[in-house]
């Protein structure tokens, strides 16, 4: 079979439109060449005098990279250029010694996972000082919610709907990534996900594509700042291209198949995001997409990515990726998966097994051309000239004498800005009787398998976080009420009670075993919990998931409390105390339990370093809690997915009448437990007085919409006004609603504000059954709300 699908022979240079953050037009190219002129200069330093291309003088830096590489592709080798297309990991995969021998040999294009100066410099002055070319390389890592500080989990993040709090995020752990000398992150990760089954819900930023894209725009911003070859920045390489959080029953790995409408619709616009922000890679995903593997998929790869986009920097497999092609079903064997990968436009190899071993026959026999080869190994010389390695091999790398004795030392950490982003991402859903705050006075009972866990408050994909550096839910506690309240603490249950669970997630750990079991009898655990409960004057019971049940490959069947957890908390509410319910988890559970009965129940995600000081900030009331739910909460399993814009049909259950012959599951109550958008206060706030400048606008207009928040109660807070767009007839069938801005507003009590939106074409578009952006004429519903049920609803003519 013919798998040549006629990939582009090579990859122009053009100016790519994008927005920076005020909304001003701007080209990628630009964000990227401030200091390309003088980045060639300088990296003309790195190669002999007579091995230096020679060139006719240009203010363009986009000529002047193009021709810098292009110059150096004419000198490379097939086998140099191979070498470019290899990304390769310290460890089994290729111990160091060999990988120094690759390295100088200039077979290896960049390494990953390696994030200590001491071992990566011999490595860059391998490549710098033994090859035959001198090409730098790079070096990568999943930096996905902090380096050496971790951050909560990108899900707590986009619950604070704060896009100043995840830049911040980004732009600390991108400082610190750079003191290690890394200059690539494969993130920020933005794949929708409607199905929290799916292990990797944790890693994304939630279900809605308006969301998702505005954290991916900061998240870049963050990542690389101005220029992502400053020596502060790093590159970010956005991922899953693409659908990946759309796996079919959440399993990873599993296949999409998704209509085109519904791809543009609500998957792609996350990565378009991140790409149009300026992000200069893409990771590519694992799954297939509509049959065709994302890896092999030339249609994904170039048609959209390159041609449609506009995207000029480099593409990057998932590990392992390419030669799975043929267990995917569409490559016989690794020269056929070798040569899709190829042709699709998959730049680097990572883990790579393949392009080393068959892209030289490839090249020798034809199936492969040169420009083909050529195209893909300019986009990695051309990232690398981004980051400005060129210029500097050891830009982000230092001196020797300057690297850190202690690479763990807490020194290296960022406490302050980890504290006060984790206490916006704390989400309080249930709150009677103003249970919270707490007083610091008293006697608090402290329980449950999280409450002094700082590996777990970690979350998934914590890059270098050191479980003994990170503040637990208990020590938190204990440095907030020192000297003022007495602290009792128990156990009271594991996580898990399955021993195959347990053996399953301990064999994802590459180290150590992850999941320690208390070999106690749960009733004897319980009872001591209870015992502790008795003396006290409120009960805190930490509960939820260990980070490796919401990580990559840790894909659920179902979503309830794990584990013998809630019968631990029904004999806490047993004892007629107050009870504080801490939910620990990278995905939302099925809580109907905990919210009938919790007096008070906080979403605290995984909230990082950093954690337990924010955890307490909050149940004390030194902080006011204002985040909000990225996704919403099932009430069960069998709900999924649950998701507030799903598009209109024909039989809709309609809350308050009968459920015959609608759309509904007849054996529980309809709609989310929690819904997207949803999230309390210590305070009361209001929304009031919702109205529009005109209730007639022509095409191209704009109105305003406006409504009053005020903040009835007794503490100072912050509240997230949303603004949803309702298109109640088109030419085809359209969300019920849909988020198109939201504003996070902070008022002292008693204080009243007036919150406005613009409301034009960007906000009513949407992709048509041609795939075309449009804006059609008729009824709008525009809806301001505190989430994404409870809203004011006024009406405007559109043409």
Not at 321 to 343: F, M, P, Q, S
Not at 478 to 494: D, F, H, P, Q, S
Request: charged fraction near 25%; proline fraction near 5%.
């Amino acid at each position: 079979m013919d798998h040549s699908n006629g990939a582009p022979a090579s990859r122009e240079l053009e100016t790519v439109s994008c927005q920076d953050e005020t909304g001003n037009g701007l080209s990628r190219r630009q964000a990227l060449g401030a200091m390309a002129t003088a980045a060639f200069a300088a990296g003309m330093a790195v190669f002999p005098a007579a091995a230096r291309p020679k060139m006719a003088r240009t203010a363009d830096p986009a000529a002047t990279k193009k021709a810098f590489v292009d110059k150096l592709i004419a000198r490379m080798t097939v086998d140099e250029k191979v070498g470019q297309l290899r990304l390769i990991s310290i460890g089994p995969e290729m111990p160091h010694a060999k990988l120094m021998d690759e390295v100088a040999a200039g077979r290896i294009a960049g390494s990953f996972n390696t994030v200590v100066r001491r071992d990566n410099r011999p490595l860059q002055e391998a490549a710098v000082n033994r090859s035959r070319l001198k090409i730098p390389l790079f070096f990568a890592y999943d930096v996905v919610h902090g380096h050496r500080t971790t951050f909560p989990i990108p899900l707590g993040l986009a619950a604070s709907f704060d896009m100043a709090v995840i830049e911040r995020m980004a732009r600390v752990s991108a400082v610190e990534a750079c003191n290690d000398g890394v200059d690539m992150t494969f993130a920020p990760m933005v794949d929708i996900s409607r199905d929290p089954r799916w292990g990797r819900t944790s890693e994304g930023f939630g279900e809605d594509p308006y969301l998702v894209s505005e954290c991916a725009r900061a998240s870049v911003r963050g990542f690389q700042g101005t220029s992502p070859d400053q020596p502060d920045t790093i590159m970010a390489a956005v991922k899953h291209f693409a659908l990946y959080g759309a796996v079919e029953g959440g399993r990873d790995y599993n296949t999409v198949d998704m209509s085109p409408l519904r791809m543009h619709q609500v998957y792609l616009p996350p990565y378009k995001a991140a790409i149009d922000a300026g992000s200069g890679g893409v990771m590519v995903a694992l799954n297939s997409v509509n049959g065709v593997p994302a890896t092999s998929n030339t249609w994904l790869m170039q048609d959209l990515l390159r041609k449609q986009w506009g995207f000029k920097g480099v593409t990057v497999s998932d590990h392992g990726a390419i030669t799975e092609l043929t267990r995917h079903g569409v490559a016989r064997d690794n020269r056929e998966a070798a040569k899709l990968a190829i042709k699709a436009g998959i730049d680097l190899s990572m883990a790579d097994q393949v392009y080393l071993a068959e892209v030289p026959g490839l090249i020798a026999s034809g199936e492969i051309k040169m420009a083909e080869l050529d195209a893909c190994v300019r986009e990695v010389l051309g990232a690398k000239y981004d980051m400005g390695l060129f210029a500097n091999p050891f830009l982000r790398m230092g001196k020797a004498e300057d690297d850190p004795v202690d690479v763990r030392s807490n020194d290296r950490l960022h406490r302050e800005p980890a504290r006060e982003i984790a206490r916006e991402t704390i989400v309080l859903l249930e709150n009677r009787n103003q249970t919270l705050p707490l007083k610091k006075q008293g006697t608090i009972a402290l329980v449950g398998p999280l409450a002094d866990s700082g590996l777990d408050i970690l979350g998934s994909w914590s890059a270098q976080g050191v479980a003994e550096q990170a503040v637990t839910v208990k020590a938190g506690i204990e440095k907030a009420i020192e000297g003022k309240a007495k602290l009792l603490t128990a156990r009271g249950a594991n996580v898990l009670d399955d021993p195959k669970i347990v053996e399953y997630l301990n064999f994802l750990n590459w180290d150590k075993p992850e999941v320690i079991q208390d070999p106690r009898p749960i009733d004897v655990m319980i009872e001591e919990a209870v015992t502790v409960a008795n003396q006290a004057d409120v009960v805190i019971a930490v509960v939820g998931e260990v980070r490796g049940m919401s990580h990559e490959s840790s894909s659920r069947v179902t979503i309830e409390m794990p584990g013998s957890q809630r019968k631990l908390l029904q004999a806490l509410k047993a004892t007629g105390k107050p009870l504080v319910v801490l939910l620990m988890n990278g995905r939302p559970l099925a809580i109907g339990w905990e919210k009938d009965n919790a007096d008070a129940l906080l979403e605290t995600w995984y909230t990082g370093t950093e954690g337990g000081n924010a955890i307490a900030d909050i149940l004390f009331g030194d902080h006011n809690p204002s985040a909000k739910l990225p996704i919403s909460f099932p009430r069960s399993a069998g709900q999924i997915p649950t998701y507030y814009n799903a598009l209109r049909i024909g039989r809709p259950y309609t809350e308050g009448k009968p459920g015959n012959y609608t759309s509904q599951y007849f054996e529980e109550e309809q709609g989310a437990l929690y819904p997207f958008g949803f999230g309390l206060s210590f305070s009361t706030f209001t929304l009031t007085d919702l109205k529009l400048s005109a209730s007639r606008i022509k095409r191209g207009e704009k109105l305003t919409a406006e409504a009053t928040l005020t903040n009835a109660g007794s503490f100072e807070g912050a509240n997230v006004v949303q603004l949803y767009i309702a298109d109640p007839y088109a030419s085809i069938a359209r969300p019920v609603k849909e988020l198109k801005g939201f504003q996070k507003v902070s008022l002292k009590p008693g204080e009243a504000r007036v919150v406005r939106f613009e409301i034009g074409p960007d906000q009513l578009k949407f992709v048509n059954g041609d795939l075309k952006e449009v804006v059609e004429n008729g009824q709008f519903n525009v809806q301001l709300g505190l989430d994404s049920r409870n809203v004011l609803e006024q009406s405007f003519l559109l043409g």
